[in-house]
């Protein structure tokens, strides 16, 4: 069963910068790509940032600049840097994970509130 661990979330002023980490517990498969999603209340669940095992990554328009995404693929592990945060980053954020054997199931953390005060 896998099993993913997110930690790093709070409350901080805006301006100012959270870590977000998520590890994958260990699993026969194979880490194709890892990524983090958020969903502000009364809002859908969207991408915010993504990375491939091969280190390409992907990020939504409204956080490039500010927010990077990187990993450690023996640790199975995935971060998300975010600096100049603004209130409207404000949301549960929520860890992804697709295996190459199973590339058909969506994996999801628990989610991490980040709130972010004006």
């Known amino acids: 069963q896998v099993q993913l661990v997110e930690s790093g979330g709070g409350l901080v002023q805006a301006g100012g910068s959270l870590r977000l980490s998520c590890a994958a517990s260990?699993?026969?498969?194979?880490?194709?790509?890892m990524g983090w999603y958020r969903q502000a209340p009364g809002k859908q669940r969207e991408l915010v940032a993504s990375?491939?095992?091969?280190?390409?990554?992907n990020y939504a328009d409204s956080v490039k600049g500010r927010f990077t995404i990187s990993s450690d693929n023996a640790r199975k592990t995935v971060y998300l840097q975010m600096n100049s945060l603004k209130p409207e980053d404000t949301a549960v954020y929520y860890c992804?994970?697709?295996?190459?054997?199973?590339?058909?199931?969506?994996?999801w953390g628990q989610g991490t509130q980040v709130t972010v005060s004006s």
């Open positions: 992804n994970a697709h295996y190459f054997e199973r590339p058909w199931v969506d994996y």
């Open positions: 260990r699993s026969r498969f194979s880490i194709n790509a």
């Open positions: 990375i491939t095992s091969g280190g390409s990554t």
